[in-house]
């Protein structure tokens, strides 16, 4: 799922840097005309992601290395690519605030949602024993703090339905700025995305159990650290 995060190939803050101008300027038109060409190009991002899932989906004993004893692994997979997919249809109305240097906001929601549904996540585990369950209360806690997102932005925001083009300027920039992330992502999914998919074809899903258990921990003192760091630097 790492690496089919690839299809978004970085046009997200490629478009966030056009949106810098027109909200300085209180330019809603020009806003509204980005945002329309943002929400077409993640549709189709999201379209993507889950059709490539579906086609990945017969040949996952191969990823996951020797044979499939766990009965829901299919289940899993399939509820972590909606969520996947899922997230692209209403984040970009994060990228307006974003661009608006409003990332508190996000920030705000995304805790509050994140608590709420982790306590709902423990007593499911507590009481069923579901993995499935808490899979699907997982991916619904990021499309629940999508749709609050977006409900504030609509109603922030006076922005309008669009049915006119970007500029040739405007799209030369987007292109160029486009492909600059691009070899960022690719390279970042390279070093990052891979290393569970070799050692699950080599070494088997459960050893992957057991390596993301330490990563927990490194991760969660670079989470921590990032927000020390991130604080005092410009955005």
Do not use: E
Request: net charge positive; charged share 10%; aromatic share 14%.
């Amino acid at each position: 799922l790492s690496v089919l995060s690839l299809a978004d190939l970085g046009i997200g803050t490629a478009i966030v840097f056009l949106m810098y101008k027109p909200l300085a300027d209180h330019d809603y038109d020009k806003v509204s005309l980005i945002m329309h060409y943002y929400r077409k190009i993640y549709q189709a991002i999201a379209l993507v992601i889950f059709t490539l899932g579906i086609c990945i989906l017969p040949f996952l004993r191969f990823f996951i290395g020797k044979s499939i004893s766990y009965p829901h692994v299919y289940w899993l997979f399939i509820i972590y690519l909606l969520g996947s997919a899922s997230s692209y249809l209403f984040s970009y109305n994060q990228s307006l605030l974003y661009a608006n240097q409003q990332n508190r906001i996000v920030s705000w929601i995304n805790l509050l949602v994140t608590y709420i549904m982790l306590s709902i996540q423990i007593y499911t585990v507590i009481l069923f024993h579901n993995p499935l369950l808490y899979a699907a209360l997982f991916v619904f806690t990021g499309f629940v703090t999508n749709i609050l997102v977006s409900i504030y932005v609509r109603a922030k925001y006076p922005l309008k339905k669009s049915t006119g083009k970007l500029s040739r300027a405007d799209k030369h920039l987007l292109i160029q700025n486009v492909i600059g992330n691009m070899f960022m992502r690719v390279s970042g999914v390279v070093v990052t995305g891979t290393d569970n998919i070799l050692l699950s074809i080599f070494a088997g899903v459960v050893k992957v159990g057991l390596y993301a258990n330490y990563v927990t921990i490194t991760t969660a003192i670079q989470k921590f650290m990032y927000q020390i760091i991130g604080a005092v630097t410009g955005s």
